[in-house]
T-cell receptor, first 111, second 113 residues
Framework: QKEVEQDPGPLSVPEGAIVSLNCTYSNSAFQYFMWYRQYSRKGPELLMYTYSSGNKEDGRFTAQVDKSSKYISLFIRDSQPSDSATYLCAMTKTSGSRLTFGEGTQLTVNP | DTAVSQTPKYLVTQMGNDKSIKCEQNLGHDTMYWYKQDSKKFLKIMFSYNNKELIINETVPNRFSPKSPDKAHLNLHINSLELGDSAVYFC????????????FGPGTRLTVT
């Protein structure tokens, strides 16, 4: 069993839709949770991070962590074609330790 | 200004050959990584160096050998290439401490024929 599970999709939505991306994990030691965005033929880039449980909002993006359920989510409001990318969740046990990535979800937002 | 750069961007080679990929970062970071991303987009860590010292060495065939001449460079040499080595290889760097935000290079797309 993988430490981090993420539905690879693909996920296709119309412009303006609310998108929900999710990951589950098995290791309760994970404390830091991140979302990376990877455009086609580019390297991943950090989009958002949260520490422990709770919500964090940044513009159209909201990251949620529920440690009791070992479940994290990324919501994208008013999705745009420019949001079309692969979204990878990542998590780590302590500050500065190695990241464990999910498989990535491929998202397409259609104009 | 390119933060993390890799060369070459594309590499097509035949089975059995030996090849190298180079990585440089100008962010002043202490830690550098090599990741392999397969066709399904799964990103798997291979190696990590901190100040030229190997700190992560995942279960990778010993045909893969990283070398860090200084903390701004981390190269990857691959001997006796196999078809299964075809993938995109990403270099990344991060600063010690903090949340370990990793900055990735553009990737090297390796195709072994």
């Amino acid at each position: 069993q993988k430490e981090v599970e993420q539905d690879p999709g693909p996920l296709s939505v119309p412009e303006g839709a609310i998108v929900s991306l999710n990951c589950t994990y098995s290791n309760s030691a994970f404390q830091y949770f991140m979302w990376y965005r990877q455009y086609s033929r580019k390297g991943p880039e950090l989009l958002m991070y949260t520490y422990s449980s709770g919500n964090k909002e940044d513009g159209r993006f909201t990251a949620q962590v529920d440690k009791s359920s070992k479940y994290i989510s990324l919501f994208i409001r008013d999705s745009q074609p420019s949001d079309s990318a692969t979204y990878l969740c990542a998590m780590t046990k302590t500050s500065g330790s190695r990241l464990t990535f999910g498989e990535g979800t491929q998202l397409t937002v259609n104009p | 200004d390119t933060a993390v750069s890799q060369t070459p961007k594309y590499l097509v080679t035949q089975m059995g050959n030996d090849k190298s990929i180079k990585c440089e970062q100008n962010l002043g970071h202490d830690t550098m990584y090599w990741y392999k991303q397969d066709s399904k987009k799964f990103l798997k860590i291979m190696f990590s160096y901190n100040n030229k010292e190997l700190i992560i060495n995942e279960t990778v065939p010993n045909r893969f050998s990283p070398k860090s001449p200084d903390k701004a460079h981390l190269n990857l040499h691959i001997n006796s290439l196999e078809l299964g080595d075809s993938a995109v290889y990403f270099c990344a760097s991060s600063q010690v401490g903090g949340i370990n935000e990793q900055y990735f290079g553009p990737g090297t797309r390796l195709t072994v024929t």
